[in-house]
C-alpha cells in the first residue's frame, strides 16, 4: 500500500520551512507534496493580492493530484497550512486518513486578538499600513534555524493576509463538527502568535474520536525550524505510521 502526505507551509513562507517534516515521512516511505501556496515565494505585492480561497486552491489541486498515486493521504500543516489543512479535512473527508495541525492560529494572542488586529483592521490606519515587519526571534528561538527561515520566507506580514486568516478561522467555526479524522495538534509553549487556547476549542468543537495534543518546551511558533523540529517531525511521523497501520 503507498502512502502519501500533503505538507502545508506557513503564510509568507515556503515549502522549505517544513524539510524536517518532509524529511522525516520521506524517509518513512511516504511520497510527499508540499506545494508553494498561490502568491507565496516572490514578493510582498503578489502575496497581497491573494486570499484564503486561492491558497485553498493549491491545497485542493495539490490533494487531488497525490490521490491518484497514493492509496491513503495523510495531511499535516503549519500555522496557515494548520488551518487549510482543517479545511481540506472538512471537504474531503474519509480521503483525508490523519491531520496534524502544528502552530494552529485558530485564536491568536490577546494582544493581537484585541488590540493589534482590530486597530488596523476597523480604523482608517489600514489605508496607511498596510505590511508589518515579522519578528523573526520570536517565530524561531534557534539562531540557525531563524537564518534558515529568514532566508526561506518573507520579511514582512501583509495585513490583508492576516485578515483573510481571520475569516478563514471564522469560517473554519461553523464546521469544527466535521472534521472526524484522528487529530494531533503540536503548539509551542513558546509561541508568540498562537494562543494554545485555542487548541482546546478544536478539540471540543472536532468529532475525531482521537485528538492527541503535544507541547514543546524549546520552540517558537515557526516549530518546523526551531529546536525542537526533530521532536515534533518523528512524533507525527509516528502518529501516522499508527494510523496507517491500524487501517491496513
Known sequence: MKKGCLIIHGLTGTPANMKSVSDALQARGYLVKAPLLQGHGTDLKTL???????????????????????????????????????????DCGDSIKALVLLGTPFEAKPLFRFLVIPAVRYTPLRFFLTSVAKNFEK????????????????????????FQTQDLVNLLRKDLKKITQPLLMIH??????????????????VSSKKVDIMMLENSGHVLTCDYNKEKAASRVVEFFDKIFDKIY
Open 188 to 205: 509551542a509553549h513558546k509561541d508568540h502568535l498562537a494562543d494554545p487556547h485555542g487548541l482546546l476549542e478544536i478539540r471540543r468543537g
Open 139 to 162: 517565530s524561531v528561538l534557534d539562531p540557525q534555524g531563524r537564518e534558515f527561515y529568514r532566508q526561506n520566507s518573507l520579511s514582512r506580514m501583509p495585513c490583508r493576509s492576516v
Open 48 to 90: 497581497t493580492r491573494s486570499g484564503w480561497e486561492d491558497w485553498y486552491g493549491t491545497v485542493v489541486r495539490a490533494h487531488h493530484d497525490l490521490a491518484k498515486e497514493v492509496d491513503s493521504v495523510y495531511c499535516v500543516g503549519l500555522s496557515l497550512g494548520a488551518l487549510l489543512g482543517m479545511k481540506l479535512a472538512i
